[in-house]
């Protein structure tokens, strides 16, 4: 069951509309675009978009590589909707499972989600089996895009364990990675 409010003031939600009209009519289009859980509100719709456009405000790159997001490039749909848990799975269109990705993420990701990725760490030749049709250059960069992405669903720590960070630089470490994917893969 889901709550009929959203998050948000009335005050709060005409400050983000204000703030860049042009964005938020973007973001809400976006969120039109998908159809909500028959339980949800519509409501939700509206939260999404303030969602996006607060997180385009506060945060121009894409959640997982990092790739700035220039604004023409969102104005013109090049920046996507992430859904983490895919709807071909499962996920739902609603506030929490959705993000802000490049193209080029977005559309390598596909339906994957977390346990797939985390197949890829820990047993790449399993994965790789199970997706013989997958053409071995998207495999292997999706291979390097489970590095990246790995600290959103294992944890920042992740960074200190695998790369012998420590708590001070594992976020700096965790840059240059997400900088020399999108460099090695031409990610502009």
Known sequence: MYSSEIPYEWSEVLEVIEADPEIFAACLRRAK???????????????????????????????????????????????????????????????????????TCNLLKRDLCDEDFDMILNNPERFRTAHLSMSLKRYQQLVEFAEVIAPRFKGLNYIIERFGATSQNRRQVWDDLRSDYRTKWGIE
């Open 33 to 103: 675009r998908y159809k909500l859980p028959s339980d949800a509100p519509k409501s939700h719709k509206l939260w999404i978009a303030v969602n996006l456009a607060v997180g385009y405000k506060n945060r121009d790159d894409c959640y997982f590589c990092g790739k700035i997001m220039k604004r023409d490039e969102f104005l013109s749909g090049d920046v996507h909707l992430e859904h983490f848990i895919p709807r071909k799975v499962g996920g739902q269109h609603t506030p929490g499972n959705i993000t802000l990705a490049c193209k």
